[in-house]
C-alpha cells in the first residue's frame, strides 16, 4: 500500500502557473506507473497526465498537451505536474494515483489503485 499527499495546489489567475507535488510513501514508489486526474464540480475524474516508473513514457490528455509537463523524481518519491497558462477550465481538484502497473501509462481511473485526498486548483478570469 502507499500513502499520497498532494501539495501546490491555490488561487492562480488565468493565464499564470502552478506546481503540484505528489509526496508518495509505503512500497516502493518506482514500482508504480503515476498520474494525475482532475475532477471539477458536476463532472466526472479525469485522466490528465501520466508517467511511467522511470518517467520515460508519459502521456498526456488533450488539454494538457502543451501546456502541463509530468515529471517524477524516485529518489525523492515525488511526482510533479507544472501546469502553465491554465485557465477557467483547468479549475478542478487534482489527485495524484499509483497505477497496478509499472511500465503501462494507463489512462483509466480502475486501472488506479491508489489515490491521494486532493489539492484545489482554483483560476480566477
Known amino acids: 500500500q502507499v500513502q499520497l499527499v498532494e501539495s501546490g495546489g491555490g488561487l492562480v489567475q488565468a493565464g499564470g502557473s502552478l506546481r503540484l507535488s505528489c509526496t508518495a510513501s509505503g512500497r516502493r514508489f518506482d514500482d508504480s506507473a503515476m498520474a494525475w486526474f482532475r475532477q471539477a464540480p458536476g463532472k466526472e475524474r479525469e485522466f490528465v497526465a501520466g508517467?511511467?516508473?522511470?518517467?520515460?513514457?508519459?502521456a498526456y490528455a488533450d488539454s494538457a498537451k502543451g501546456r502541463f509537463t509530468i515529471s517524477r523524481d524516485n529518489t525523492k518519491n515525488t511526482l510533479f505536474l507544472q501546469m502553465h497558462d491554465l485557465t477557467a477550465e483547468d479549475a478542478a481538484v487534482y489527485y495524484c494515483?499509483?497505477?497496478?502497473?509499472?511500465?503501462?501509462?494507463?489512462?483509466?481511473?480502475?486501472?488506479?489503485?491508489?489515490w491521494g485526498r486532493g489539492t484545489q486548483v482554483t483560476v480566477s478570469v
Open positions: 494515483a499509483a497505477s497496478k502497473y509499472r511500465n503501462c501509462v494507463a489512462q483509466k481511473s480502475p486501472d488506479y489503485d491508489e
Open positions: 508517467a511511467s516508473w522511470s518517467g520515460a513514457i508519459t
